[in-house]
């Protein structure tokens, strides 16, 4: 037993080791943190553009806690939970980290992770039009195309709204859930739904008059 | 017009005479017949003509005894007499067409040639003389005239007595002079709108003769007044280049203007059609609430027709869901009178609710009632009313407002206009100022009427403060500024918010404004005085070669013109520089003293309007027979920051709400909450579900609600 658990615990160490030498074959010196450059140097070793869902996926299941730098302690957590200890394991491990993200029960938080994500100063609460447009993109884009594209429109031509919050993005994931599409047969403004969902779905409406 | 009021008087006893004696006159007849002699054409006439100078004279005001009742008595008989004698001396036609000729000769040798001597106002009250003598005069020659009105005009079918009366003043005076009076009335209007007092009721009577003249058709009126009048007030509107007043001046004008009886014709006509348009729901007490609706809005041109449409809609509507529902409710032998009931008034209420809110061209039923009220209580409003008169039309004003959803718009707008009342001395009388505001304390609330009431004790604490002021300055006669002042302090939390601009004050003045702040620092270290200088008036002398000149202006205008004790010219840059003042303000104040009524400065360019590039000069040869004039300045478009005040305080009663009702209750659904919010802030305005939703969303933002997790509906509060 004593030689049994001293092997698993070895090949642990052994791989926790490498973890951090990997850490560190991409982290900046002076910070001791991987900043952007080093995300950079990561992305084109993975083979995966930086803009890539995959990299906003990574960073989730790391927790990452600022935009565009891991820690040590989060860059850990990440590789052991995915078991990946070399730039190799890595790479394939993301298909099936996507899958992961998908599954029903982890995609809300996914989606709201995305959002904090982005909330870089501190007591930031809303994030402006422009980059929510492109979040949007990125993380529903391939799941319901047409609702973004739409909704995309629609937040480029308005002028009542000049940030979104959480509450509203939250809101926009459960309407492309529940609410049927092109048509918004059973959408109800008199529920509690964001005001800028009712205001969106006037201006479809209107558009398709 | 005593003389009108002992011909009337002395009418109504001749009338009972009248009665008698005709009674007496048919026994005479069948008795005295053959003994008559017969009255020949010349003779009568003659007689006839002797009584109707007689009447002239009365009227003309000479001295001359009134009718005594024989005189009366012989007069009718004659006529009488001519009337029945056998042919060929029955001179019935002669007679008739003397009486029209009466009218046309007094008309062209008396009345027409007093009006056209006359101008403007004076013409207008001569004609309002002559229309009201000729009234008289009618009456009386019909009296005398009155057997051909019972036989001789129903068998040939002719106009009567009294409408040939009436078509001789329209025919020869009506078509000769209403175009000059109506451009009289239209340029008395003007006057007010630049600012000045003038003689309503004078116009009231000139509008009632329009009225007249139609003889129960309104086509004169319409035809002949109104229309210039509506092209005069689009041309005198857009001149200013402000659309919205297009739309409200017109119905703020009709509201006060138009009679009461001539309210009542269209009133009529209008419930007469919703009775049979509507479901028969109508209580008798909604029909008055109604009616005095009707009243108060019926001639705004086309603003009724959607307004009753939708109500009669809304009405029929409802009527007919209650209709099943009682049906239904029979049927299930659960009908209870009560509820029915109920229900009937409570959609006729609802109904009622709708039509008062929605807004008539372009204002909304707040603002007009609003402007209504400070009609009543201005100067110059209603002094021809009774007090009993005034104080049943603010009850009424103020059992209407209970329908009106949008209270606080009302009462912004009231206390704007409040302002303006008691800051320019505008108020007709102190009494129904605070008449009105206990009204509204005991449908409203204490709450509501607060900062009005204030409002009105700030005025006669600042006389007090005004006393103490003086005796400061003949105490300390070495600080004096050397010119008269008068300062009203106001207590900021309750007068409207004004925009203190940093105007460049002359020096004379901005050394009585240190005088006073020094002798306010003896009473008070406490307080922060702000100096609002747009509602302030100066009284200046204007030395012109003819003669000196009183001006009565404003603040701003008089900072201007002391500019030009100075320089003799300045251009519109140089003035605006040295006034340190925003170009909309300087245009205005440019425009009252060199394109209005006075021209104080003469402008180069000579246009109408002000731009950026004229300049101007002292009009030292101004003058006027008048030694004290005042210069309006009009007032700037408040609508639009009493709107945007509104906007915002409701802004922050939603969320005051919000959060109480959710601190209250913890978790609540989003309708639910909606209701409750509803219902809390019913009693002063009716909030905007969309506007609700928003400030919820805010209140996410802000950490005061979040969203459940389980049920994206319902709301939790967030200690």
């Known amino acids: 037993m004593d030689l049994f658990r001293s092997a698993s615990g070895k090949a642990a160490t052994k791989e926790l080791e490498r973890i951090d030498q990997l850490f560190y074959s991409y982290s900046n010196e002076s910070s001791g943190m991987i900043d952007p450059e080093g995300i950079e140097h990561l992305c084109s070793d993975l083979e995966v553009a930086h803009t890539d869902v995959r990299i906003l996926m990574l960073a989730w299941k790391m927790q990452a806690e600022k935009q565009g730098y891991f820690t040590l302690e989060e860059w850990r957590k990440g590789l052991k939970a995915l078991r990946a200890d070399t730039i190799i394991k890595l790479k394939k491990a993301l298909p099936e980290l996507e899958n992961e993200v998908c599954r029903p029960s982890n995609y809300v938080e996914f989606y709201s992770y995305a959002f904090r994500y982005c909330l870089t100063e501190e007591k930031q609460k809303s994030i402006d039009i422009e980059s929510i447009c492109e979040l949007l993109e990125l993380v529903l884009g391939s799941q319901f195309p047409q609702q973004v594209d739409l909704f995309i429109q629609y937040l480029k031509t308005q002028i009542d709204y000049k940030v979104i919050n959480m509450d509203q993005w939250m809101g926009f994931y459960r309407f492309c859930n529940e609410i049927s599409f092109p048509d918004f047969n059973n959408y109800d403004e008199e529920l509690a739904w964001p005001l800028i969902l009712d205001n969106f779905v006037d201006w479809v409406k209107s558009k398709q008059i | ?719």
Not at chain 2, 228 to 239: H, N, V
Not at chain 2, 275 to 299: I, N
Not at chain 2, 605 to 618: A, L, W
């Open chain 2, 1 to 719: 017009m005593s003389l009108l009021i002992n011909i009337d008087a002395s009418l109504s006893c001749w009338l009972l005479y009248t009665a008698v004696s005709w009674a007496w006159g048919i026994r005479l007849t069948l008795i005295k017949m053959n003994e008559r002699k017969t009255i020949n054409l010349e003779q009568g006439r003659d007689f006839m003509q002797k009584g109707i100078t007689k009447l002239k004279n009365i009227l003309e005001g000479l001295p001359e005894p009134q009718f005594s009742s024989e005189e009366y008595m012989m007069l009718y008989t004659t006529i009488y007499n001519m009337c029945t004698q056998k042919p060929p001396h029955d001179y019935s036609q002669q007679l008739y067409d003397k009486y029209r000729e009466s009218f046309q000769e007094y008309i062209t040798s008396t009345v027409l040639p007093s009006l056209r001597e006359k101008h403007d106002e004076f013409m207008l009250r001569e004609l309002v003389k002559r229309w009201s003598n000729h009234k008289v005069m009618v009456r009386w020659l019909s009296r005398f005239f009155y057997y051909l009105d019972r036989y001789f005009i129903t068998h040939r079918s002719l106009p009567p007595l009294n409408e040939v009366g009436l078509a001789c003043f329209r025919d020869l005076v009506y078509t000769e002079v209403n175009g000059k009076v109506r451009d009289a009335v239209i340029s008395l209007i003007d006057q007010e709108r630049e600012g000045e007092q003038i003689d309503r009721a004078l116009l009231k009577n000139v509008l009632d003769i329009f009225v007249e003249i139609g003889m129960g058709q309104m086509e004169c009126y319409e035809n002949d007044f109104e229309l210039s009048m509506l092209k005069d007030t689009a041309a005198y509107y857009s001149r200013k280049a402000s659309n919205w007043i297009l739309e409200v001046s017109c119905p703020d004008y009709m509201l006060k203007k138009v009679q009461n009886e001539l309210l009542s014709v269209y009133a009529t006509q209008l419930l007469e059609k919703e009775h049979s348009g509507c479901y028969a729901l109508l209580r008798d007490d909604k029909v008055v609430d109604l009616s005095r609706m009707y009243r108060l809005f019926s001639k705004i041109p086309q603003g009724l027709e959607p307004i009753s449409s939708m109500f009669k809609q809304h009405v029929t509507a409802e009527g007919t869901t209650l209709v099943k529902q009682a049906d239904d409710a029979a049927s299930n032998k659960k009908a209870e009178k009560r509820d029915v009931a109920g229900l009937q008034e409570q959609a006729l209420k609802e109904a009622f609710e709708i039509f008062c809110n929605k807004g008539v061209a372009g204002s909304s039923s707040a603002e007009l009632l609003a402007t209504f009220c400070d009609n009543i209580l201005k100067k110059g409003g209603s002094e021809k009313l009774s007090d009993e008169a005034i104080e049943d039309t603010l009850e009424k004003v103020v059992k209407l407002l209970a329908y009106i959803s949008d209270k606080d718009l009302f009462a912004e707008f009231y206390r704007k206009k409040l302002a303006r009342r008691l800051l320019f001395d505008e108020s007709a009388n102190d009494e129904h100022e605070r008449s009105i505001l206990t009204k509204l304390k005991q449908q409203c609330g204490g709450q509501f009427t607060s900062k009005m009431e204030g409002m009105v004790t700030d005025l006669a604490l600042a006389k007090e403060n005004q006393s103490h002021f003086e005796e400061y300055l003949s105490n300390n006669s070495n600080v004096s500024p050397g010119i008269d002042l008068t300062v009203t302090v106001l207590t900021t939390g309750f007068w409207p918010s004004y925009k203190s601009f940093d105007l460049n004050l002359p020096a004379e003045m901005v050394k009585c404004v240190e005088v006073f702040r020094e002798f306010y620092q003896t009473k008070t270290k406490h307080r922060k005085l702000t100096w609002i200088y747009s509602l302030g008036t100066c009284n200046i002398n204007g030395k012109f070669e003819p003669k000196t000149v009183e001006l009565i202006v404003t603040t701003y205008q008089a900072s201007t013109l002391l500019l030009f004790n100075l320089s003799d010219r300045l251009s519109y840059q140089e003035i605006m520089s040295q006034l340190n003042l925003s170009d909309d303000d300087v245009i205005r104040l440019l425009h009252s003293l060199s394109c209005a009524r006075y021209k104080i400065l003469i402008k180069e360019p000579n246009t109408k309007t002000i731009s950026p590039t004229d300049t101007f000069e002292f009009n030292s040869k101004f003058t006027d027979k008048m030694r004290r004039i005042k210069i309006p300045l009009p007032p700037v478009d408040e609508k639009k920051k009493v709107i945007e005040d509104v906007d915002k305080d409701r802004r922050y009663a939603i969320d005051a709400s919000i959060v109480r009702i959710m601190k209250s209750r913890k978790v609540l659904g989003y309708q639910q909450l909606v209701m409750e919010c509803v219902e809390q802030l019913g009693r002063m305005f009716r909030p905007d579900v969309k506007a609700i939703k928003k400030r919820i969303e805010d209140l996410i933002t802000r950490d005061y609600l979040e969203r459940d997790k389980d049920n994206p509906n319902v709301f939790r509060y967030l200690a």
